[in-house]
């Protein structure tokens, strides 16, 4: 069945940086979008960025350019999320998620997610 | 601040019925589709309805989206303890070239 599976919990101190695998099975993987969304501690869903697996081409949330860096392996299906210069309000469950295409499409397979604590 | 605007909180008896608003602009659900998440404490949202009124295979047809212009609606009928969970609508926003989401709205089951 089609999984997303991500990375184990990350903890953190400030100014520090963290990245997050989420590797893909049973499905083509260059054949969707893959999204990252964190939810901040009793928050609801932010979003930050795609990556085009079979391009490479990505795209950031305004918020988070100069930050975040995506990144994939085609070889092992494997797509990354990379956020640089940690704040404790980055402390979060980040979610990695598969989406056809654009805008008439939806999330159908997210990943477990990984908590990120940012902590001195 | 959320591009799509919910309620926080709803909440309803087991058997009645409820509904969910999501609230945007032409930018995203005017000149797109709205999608429903369901998510439960400590796990990743699942899809609920996608492309304003579809259920996915498995979700109950006591589930059921609506859209017209700029705003949408869940709707869930004959309410169950086991859908105390929080709903998410998300739909594309042209403007940032990605997915916006609602605040999300906490369905409690008295």
């Known amino acids: 069945q089609v999984q997303l599976i991500q990375s184990g919990a990350e903890v953190k101190k400030p100014g520090a940086s963290v990245k997050v695998s989420c590797k893909a099975s049973a499905f083509t993987f260059t054949d969707y979008y893959i999204h990252w969304v964190r939810q901040a501690p009793g928050q609801g869903l932010e979003w930050l960025g795609w990556i085009t697996p079979n391009s490479g081409v990505t795209h950031y949330a305004q918020k988070f350019q100069g930050r975040v860096t995506l990144t994939r392996d085609t070889s092992i299906s494997t797509a990354y999320m990379q956020l640089s210069g940690l704040r404790y309000d980055d402390t979060a469950v980040y979610f990695c998620a598969r989406r056809w295409n654009k805008s008439f499409y939806y999330f159908d397979y997210w990943g477990q997610g990984t908590l990120v604590s940012v902590s001195s | 601040q959320s591009v799509l605007t919910q309620p926080p909180s709803a909440s309803g008896t087991p058997g009645q019925r409820v509904t969910i608003s999501c609230s945007g602009s032409r930018f995203n659900i005017g000149s797109g589709i709205v999608n429903w998440y369901q998510q439960f404490p400590g796990t990743a949202p699942k899809l609920l309805i996608n492309n304003d009124h579809q259920r996915p295979s498995g979700v109950p047809d006591r589930f059921s989206g609506s859209k017209s212009g700029t705003s949408a609606s869940l709707s869930i009928s004959g309410l169950q303890s086991e859908d105390e969970a929080d709903y998410y609508c998300?739909?594309?926003?042209?403007?940032?070239?990605?997915?916006?989401f609602g605040g999300g709205t906490t369905l409690t089951v008295l």
């Open positions: 998300e739909a594309w926003d042209d403007r940032v070239n990605g997915p916006v």
